[in-house]
C-alpha cells in the first residue's frame, strides 16, 4: 500500500495547484507585450490599443484619486 500512496498524493497535489493556478491571471484577452529587444513588429492598430489601455488606467486611476480625495473631504466636514 506504500507504493501507491506516493502517486496518489503527487496526483492530487497536481490537480489541486493546477486549480489554484488556473484562477489566476488576467480577466479578458490578452495583449502581446513589446519585446525586449530587437524592433517593435506591431502593427499600428495594436500600438494603438496598448496607448488606450494605458490612457484608460491613467483615467481610473485619477478618478479613483479624486473620490478618495472627495471622500476625506467629506469626512474633515
Avoid: H, N, Y
Avoid at 496518489?8 to 489541486?16: A, D, F, G, W, Y
Avoid at 472627495?70 to 474633515?76: F, H, L, P, V
Amino acid at each position: 500500500m506504500k507504493r501507491r500512496q506516493l502517486p496518489l498524493r503527487l496526483i492530487s497535489l497536481t490537480l489541486i495547484a493546477g486549480f489554484a493556478l488556473s484562477a489566476c491571471g488576467i480577466r479578458g484577452d490578452l495583449k502581446t507585450p513589446p519585446p525586449l529587444w530587437g524592433e517593435d513588429i506591431r502593427t499600428d492598430a495594436q500600438k494603438a490599443e496598448v496607448e488606450r489601455a494605458k490612457a484608460e488606467r491613467a483615467k481610473r486611476a485619477a478618478d479613483k484619486a479624486a473620490r478618495e480625495a472627495k471622500k476625506a473631504a467629506d469626512a474633515q466636514k
